[in-house]
């Protein structure tokens, strides 16, 4: 199977998949305050709910949601909270946090959330978004060619997940580099402030006008 057909495609996704959103902040936040494989287990998550996403736009779940506008309003709804409550819960912690607190090895803060919640975290977050949705819908009907079959469908997701994966992976190893970590942990109150607040800004900018 040629890959000439999919090129444009893969080509409009790199440019989306690189631009700072959610997962990238999510990401960015685990790697610095923790470790690279905390990142990269975040970066993961990213990844599945990507997935999720793509499958439901391959399979015309889209059109779906335009039938039943309610749906993707219920959808909205639910991603708007939970960005929200995720950016209140971190303003919150980062309040109470303690100084001695950043001065915690990396390695004792990786431990703390556990590899299955560092992946949730990453799913939940790009699961908040259900814009991404009607921007699969529009990618796949716009430049997936019409006579693709099944294997180029499965082959072009693969393709798909893979930049994320690369993506999101390489920003979890640069995130992770000791010199990072240890300005994140001088300015770690600041920046859990900074970062809480813009996910309740992305939040809020879901909510159904």
């Known amino acids: 199977m ?3 057909p999919i090129l444009p495609l893969l080509g409009v996704w790199i440019l989306v998949v690189m631009s700072p959103g959610p997962d990238f902040l999510i990401v960015l936040r685990h790697s610095a305050g923790g470790s690279r494989r905390s990142g990269v287990r975040v970066a993961a998550g990213v990844v599945t709910g990507i997935g999720v996403w793509a499958v439901a736009g391959l399979f015309g779940v889209t059109m779906l949601v335009q039938r039943f506008e309610w749906l993707y309003t219920a959808a909205r709804v639910a991603g708007a909270l939970f960005l929200v409550a995720f950016g209140v819960a971190t303003i919150r912690a980062a309040r109470k946090r303690s100084p001695q607190a950043d001065d915690e090895p990396p390695a004792i803060a990786a431990r703390r959330p556990g590899r299955l919640r560092e992946w949730r975290a990453g799913l939940l ?3 908040a978004n259900p814009k991404a ?7 796949f009907a716009s430049l997936l ?3 693709a079959n099944l294997a180029m469908r499965a082959v072009t997701l693969g393709a798909m997940l893979a930049v ?5 992976s ?3 190893f640069l995130a992770g580099s000791p010199w990072i970590t240890r300005g994140y942990g001088r300015l770690r109150k600041r920046l ?3 970062t809480g607040g813009l996910f309740v800004g992305m939040g809020a900018l879901l909510i159904p006008r």
Do not use: K
């Open 125 to 127: 977050t790009n699961l």
């Open 164 to 168: 994320a994966f690369a993506w999101f």
């Open 192 to 194: 859990d402030l900074l």
């Open 133 to 139: 949705l009607v921007f699969f819908g529009a990618l």
């Open 145 to 147: 060619p019409h006579h």
């Open 2 to 4: 040629s890959w000439l």
């Open 170 to 172: 390489a920003v979890a």
